[in-house]
């Protein structure tokens, strides 16, 4: 979607920044000193775009495993854009801050990483339970919702998530539900 395409310049201008820094070694112009400022500047107004994007979308349509990735790397974004606009707003040395940035954000990324790779932050997981909430509470019509998401996207977190659906028998359109969460565990593919 939108919001992953959005992500694309943050990291572009992460690179470029490293790659003109090189570790502080050497004197550079003050051309080169003056533009990586205002491009590590203008991490910060990308990534509130990108948030934006996410939190427009989410609040739309609801969580989806690429959605969730997404926030990720917004989160990661986030990481870098506040430490390369402290270090471009900092007073004397050229952009020093940023190693301090690049190593803590390094292990944000790993404490990301581990996260969606265990239950506590799995993608699948995630978006199942928001999904399944935004139907039960009817803010997603039975009519409307993809129940071949729960079915082929979702991994077992949907299937259990079907199978509970189509046992419930209470709450607004429960027949709906039970009937659309059946169905959708008997096809054997998504329908097009």
Not at 43 to 51: R, T
Not at 55 to 78: K, M, S
Not at 91 to 120: D, H, K, M, Q, R
Request: overall charge positive; aromatic content about 8%; hydrophobic content about 50%.
């Amino acid at each position: 979607g939108q919001s992953e395409k959005r992500e694309l310049p943050q990291v572009v201008l992460v690179l470029l920044i490293n790659a003109a820094y090189q570790g502080g070694h050497g004197r550079p112009g003050l051309f080169l000193r003056g533009s990586t400022r205002v491009a590590a500047a203008l991490i910060l107004p990308l990534v509130a775009l990108a948030a934006y994007a996410l939190w427009l979308r989410v609040g739309q349509y609801g969580w989806t495993p690429q959605r969730i990735l997404v926030a990720a790397c917004v989160l990661i974004g986030a990481c870098y854009a506040v430490g390369y606009l402290a270090a471009a707003l900092a007073p004397g040395s050229w952009l020093t801050p940023i190693e301090s940035t690049n190593v803590a954000t390094a292990f944000v990324i790993l404490a990301v990483i581990l996260a969606l790779f265990t239950p506590v932050a799995d993608p699948a997981r995630l978006s199942v339970d928001d999904q399944v909430v935004r139907l039960q509470s009817g803010r997603t019509p039975a009519s409307k919702f993809d129940f071949d998401f729960l079915r082929f996207e979702a991994g077992r977190y949907g299937i259990d998530a079907l199978r509970r659906l189509q046992a419930s028998r209470t709450g607004r359109d429960a027949a709906a539900i039970s009937r659309g969460a059946g169905e959708a565990l008997k096809r054997r593919q998504r329908v097009v």
